[in-house]
Antibody, heavy 116, light 104 residues
Framework: EVQLLESGGGLVQPGGSLRLSCEASGFTLGNDDMGWVRQAPGKGLEWVST??????YYADSVKDRFTISRDNSKNTVSLQMNSLRVEDTGVYFCAMDSGNDAFDVWGQGTRVTVSS | EIVLTQSPGTLALSPGERATLSCRASQRLSSTYLAWYQQKPGQAPRLLIYGASSRATGIPDRFSGSGSGTDFTLTISRVEPEDVAVYYC?????FGPGTKVDVK
């Protein structure tokens, strides 16, 4: 079964850092586009970042603070989040685009809380 | 920056009725990049439609997508109680605010 499993969420103070990981199981990540989407409590979906072959994309709200990367040897994608703000609080979903220009595989999400 | 507007905000229907959800973009882009997702409470989103009109794997044929340019539509031909969810459109990287569908 194709699955994505996120980890690394938790409680962090404003200005702190967290590293989220997304491990693929049942398939090899390869060169598929991978992304992160977040959802603040009670709010809608917000695209955060996408890693395409050789290119990274970021929402303006996280640019210069977040970094997406891939480790094919571990079959994982990571999101390094620095200088965290209260407004970064939410559930972070990892998602994969297997070639249809849409996210067709999603993880269950990991919760990030930024609070003092 | 692309802005997506979804209407209505909430749709309340009876089982068997037809649901028509709208997604309007602030600029014209290829429909290749238009997708629809369903998110049920406490769950991750699920891809319903990609390329504006192609159903994703395992999606019932009562779900259909149409549109081009700046106006797109998701239609549920006969809603069922299990269709209670928030539906989001996405164009390239931007998500719309969602339409909540209630079935009673």
């Amino acid at each position: 079964e194709v699955q994505l499993l996120e980890s690394g969420g938790g409680l962090v103070q404003p200005g702190g850092s967290l590293r989220l990981s997304c491990e693929a199981s049942g398939f090899t990540l390869g060169n598929d586009d991978m992304g992160w989407v977040r959802q603040a409590p009670g709010k809608g979906l917000e695209w955060v970042s996408t890693l395409s072959t050789g290119t990274t994309y970021y929402a303006d709200s996280v640019k210069d603070r977040f970094t997406i990367s891939r480790d094919n040897s571990k079959n994982t994608v990571s999101l390094q989040m620095n200088s965290l703000r209260v407004e970064d609080t939410g559930v972070y979903f990892c998602a994969m685009d297997s070639g249809n220009d849409a996210f067709d595989v999603w993880g269950q999400g990991t919760r990030v809380t930024v609070s003092s | 920056e692309i802005v997506l507007t979804q209407s209505p905000g909430t749709l309340a229907l009876s089982p068997g009725e037809r649901a028509t959800l709208s997604c309007r973009a602030s600029q014209r882009l290829s429909s290749t990049y238009l997708a629809w997702y369903q998110q049920k409470p406490g769950q991750a989103p699920r891809l319903l439609i990609y390329g504006a009109s192609s159903r994703a794997t395992g999606i019932p044929d009562r779900f259909s997508g149409s549109g081009s340019g700046t106006d797109f539509t998701l239609t549920i031909s006969r809603v069922e109680p299990e269709d209670v969810a928030v539906y989001y459109c996405q164009l390239v990287f931007t998500f719309g605010p969602g339409t909540k569908v209630d079935v009673k």
